[in-house]
């Protein structure tokens, strides 16, 4: 009797051995689909990091705008980590089989689940990722003289120039609608992003330099910091018109709840416009400008 008895226990063993085996094995099949579909992701995300670096480096986009999209691959780039240390704690939990056994269903089974869950909805993030390399591809900055908007020594666009100006930004928002209306289903933000420069030239004492520097309030400035404040008033004029253009126009979109409108505007006084122009002087009206970009990113 206790020969059988041995005899049973011998091949409960067994069988329970085998049956930690074969789940031992399903879980690591489960494991590597779910690090390869990881992987791909990652190597996705890497490739839509790389192509905002190089638009970057040609000028195409500015830093403001990169990190938002930074802001966006980031996130992504978190729950990818998070995944992979989940995956981890499994594979150290499969280490030891008894361990293993006893987390079987409250632990190994829930979180397998759950990693597989998140891997089928691969497909929904790369129309997301596809978005982005979609506006990156299309990015480019818009150039406008300050001249054609503003009167020497102005900051506020006269009312003979207002028209002008309107006119000139408007096919800007007409483009970030018409790419904006792509992805209808999205809840996505367009950036218009307004950066103002000024040249190296001085003030004389008179009306805009006492403005200037009153806005500034210190009792002695440089011309750096009023060239800068001088750029920073024309930006944010120049922003208030794209406002109102986006407003007149907005009713073109079929869906506005999925979609808002951010405005950026910035002076950056005397520095340079441009990375690719090698030969800025003192005074030089290549450099008395605006630069206009923008671009529609999903939330």
Known sequence: MKYIISLQIIFSLLATSCGVQRKLEDTRKAITIIKAGQEKETAKLNSVNDFSVAKLNEGKIEKNIKHLIDKRLDRYNERLDSSAKVVL????????????????????????????????????????????????????????????????????????????????????????????????????????????????????????YDTLKALIGKPEVTKEELNLKLSELR??????????????????????????????????????????????????????IVLCYWIVLPD
């Open 89 to 208: 704690t499994l594979e150290s939990l499969m280490q030891n089989k008894k361990d293993f056994r006893k987390g079987y269903k409250k632990i190994v089974l829930p979180v397998l689940d759950s990693l597989r869950r998140e891997n089928s909805l691969y497909d929904d993030r790369l129309t997301i990722y596809m978005m982005i390399e979609d506006g990156l591809n299309i990015a480019d900055y818009h150039l406008f003289d300050l001249a054609a908007f503003f009167g020497p020594g102005r900051h506020i666009i006269p009312d003979d120039k207002v028209e002008f100006a309107q006119e000139s930004f408007a096919p800007i928002v007409d483009s970030l609608i018409k790419f904006s209306n792509k992805y209808s289903t999205k809840s996505r933000t367009g950036s218009l992003l307004i950066l103002g420069f000024a040249d190296g030239t001085g003030f004389s004492e008179g009306p805009l």
């Open 235 to 288: 930006a944010g004029e120049l922003i208030k018109h794209l406002e109102q253009i986006y407003h007149q126009k907005k009713q073109q979109f079929p869906d506005t709840k999925n979609f808002s409108v951010e405005y950026i505007g910035q002076g950056k006084g005397e520095e340079y416009p441009l990375p690719t122009i090698k030969d800025y002087m003192t005074e030089d009206a290549r450099r008395r």
